[in-house]
């Protein structure tokens, strides 16, 4: 696949991540930039392919362990839980990275003062209503159970990721981090 006279690159895929292409000479340019020193190797032409760098998902999805979740599966999940759908304002998905990578489902309560409510129990009955909407989900599930423990957070109105937000009809459903 990789030999130069065969090689025929193109790129076809598109599920709305963000992405950047860079040539090499881009590539080594702001590497350089960054201070680090790049050894060529003697007798090894590079071909001249472009780099493709994926950072983001513009669709309002988080991908972890390569299951899509979806905001609208993510909401149904929610909203089975009559203790969460009493209060739910918003909601939020985060990809954390604390002892691995995990999704985050941060909620918004319509009110600032958010009541005591049994969060892991809800996170589990959450993570088992998404196990059933979304089969990336479930089968990501099996290959990896510590990778698909969901998080959930709660948060008052206006505060933790929804602080400062602006008050819009098309709610924004993925964020950077807590």
Known sequence: MTYSKTLSPRIRYNIGDEAKLFTRTELLSQIR???????????????????????????????IMGANIYPADVER?????????????SFMLLVGESHCIHPILC?????????????????REVEENLAKINSDFRNARVESAANMKVELAIYGCGTGPFAGKDRRI???YVARAV
């Open 33 to 63: 930039e960054l201070g680090y020193k790049l050894a060529e190797r003697p007798g090894i032409t590079p071909l001249p392919l472009p780099y493709l760098f994926l950072y983001g998902r513009r669709d309002q999805t988080i991908s």
């Open 77 to 89: 999940a929610l909203y089975s839980q009559p203790q969460l759908a009493a209060g739910l304002a």
């Open 107 to 123: 909620v918004e309560w319509v009110t600032p003062d958010v009541p005591d409510l049994p969060l892991q129990q809800l996170a």
């Open 170 to 172: 098309k709610n924004r």
